[in-house]
């Protein structure tokens, strides 16, 4: 059973910088999708930022500009920069991967979670 394990989270304040990680147990194969999705409290999991096998990457509004994602494939893994925190980023982050498709959607493979925290 694929897993995937997050880490990098914590508590910041607002305009800091934060790196998260994380990495897959396995290898995938074209096609797949790799994403954040971050839950706020009393709310849905959205997605914040994914990357594909064909290259292509997508931010939410709300996140554009200040983070970026990146994947390192020879390393299975998948990072999010966000930089010029807000309080309204705290949220559980989540890793996603989907196999066999372009788009991270929610029946994918998911990690446990990361909590990050921002302060003013």
């Known amino acids: 059973q694929l897993q995937l394990l997050e880490s990098g989270g914590g508590s910041a304040q607002a305009g800091d910088s934060m790196r998260l990680s994380c990495v897959a147990s396995?290898?995938?194969?074209?096609?797949?999708?790799m994403g954040w999705f971050r839950r706020r409290p009393g709310q849905e999991r959205k997605m914040v930022a994914t990357f594909n096998s064909f290259n292509a990457i997508s931010y939410a509004a709300s996140v554009e500009g200040r983070f970026t994602i990146s994947h390192d494939s020879a390393k299975n893994a998948l990072y999010l920069d966000m930089d010029n925190l807000k309080p309204e980023d705290t949220a559980m982050y989540y890793c996603?991967?989907?196999?066999?498709?372009?788009?991270?959607?929610?029946?994918?493979?998911w990690g446990q979670g990361t909590q990050v925290t921002v302060s003013t």
């Open positions: 396995e290898s995938s194969v074209h096609p797949y999708c």
């Open positions: 996603v991967l989907k196999r066999g498709g372009s788009i991270c959607s929610y029946d994918g493979y």
